[in-house]
């Protein structure tokens, strides 16, 4: 239970592209999804908070510009990252909380990761 | 006042050994304390968790102890296996309306066992 997948797991794109990674959570509605980055050996850095049909509230420093976020129903986020350059390879995580009527316990379930690689 | 502090930052032990990690915070206002696994490449997934109002919970091999005055948390690993081989996350939420129901991650514990 309390599934949230991620897509693509791995992409690889050149400079100057946009990339899109979507989260779903898959057995639950998720009234709140996150988007994380973590660098390698470090902890969970937060990007920003999306909540369904509102727009999100991003973390200091993070750009709202280049990282684009859409939280379009209660099982999809999407992140964009926009005009994408070498310094934004990272591993980027979603997550997603339930929602108060969900079977599952009050916290936030992570999907499996997407590597970002910009050449 | 946001800060989890998590210790050690590594820790190795021999098969069948109990790691244990410690957790500290300082808003009072956490009301809930999970601890995640990460294993290389994958996210992380949740492992036990724990609510002020208790002060052990165990779950097979894990078991989370809770100091509230202190304000402290941690994690022990009975039997430790191999595949236990992970970083390890606490983490603290408050689950009132306004946080915005973020959680606040220490920095993480890279455990091996060995053989």
């Known amino acids: 239970g309390a599934v949230v997948s991620q897509h693509p797991s791995r992409v690889i794109c050149k400079s100057g592209t946009s990339v899109k990674i979507e989260c779903r959570s898959l057995?639950?509605?998720?009234?709140?999804m996150f988007w994380y980055r973590q660098f390698p050996k470090k902890s969970l850095m937060l990007m920003a908070t999306?909540?369904?049909?509102?727009?999100?509230?991003?973390e200091q420093g993070v750009e709202k510009d280049k990282f684009l976020i859409n939280h379009a129903s209660l099982t999809l986020s999407t992140l964009t990252v926009t005009s994408a350059h070498p310094e934004d390879s990272s591993f980027y995580i979603c997550?997603?909380?339930?929602?108060?009527?969900?079977?599952?316990?009050?916290?936030?379930?992570f999907g499996p990761g997407t590597r970002l690689t910009v050449l | 006042q946001q800060q989890v502090k998590q210790s050690p930052q590594s820790l190795i032990v021999q098969k069948g050994g109990i790691p244990i990690i410690n957790c500290a915070y300082e808003?009072?206002?956490?009301?809930?304390f999970p601890w995640y696994q990460q294993f290389p490449g994958k996210g992380p997934a949740l492992l036990i968790a724990?609510?002020?109002?208790?002060s052990e919970k165990k779950e097979g091999r894990f078991t989370i102890s809770f100091n509230k005055s202190a304000k402290q948390f941690s994690l022990h690993i009975m039997d430790s296996q191999p595949g236990d081989s992970a970083t390890y996350f606490c983490?603290?939420?408050?689950?009132?309306?306004?946080?915005?129901?973020?959680?606040?991650f220490g920095e993480g514990t890279q455990l091996t066992v060995n053989p």
């Open positions: 997550s997603a909380r339930p929602t108060r009527l969900a079977a599952f316990p009050d916290t936030q379930y």
């Open positions: 057995d639950f509605q998720a009234t709140t």
């Open positions: 999306s909540n369904e049909g509102s727009k999100a509230t991003y």
């Open positions: 808003n009072t206002a956490f009301d809930y």
């Open positions: 724990i609510r002020p109002d208790v």
């Open positions: 983490a603290a939420l408050d689950s009132s309306e306004t946080s915005g129901s973020r959680l606040t």
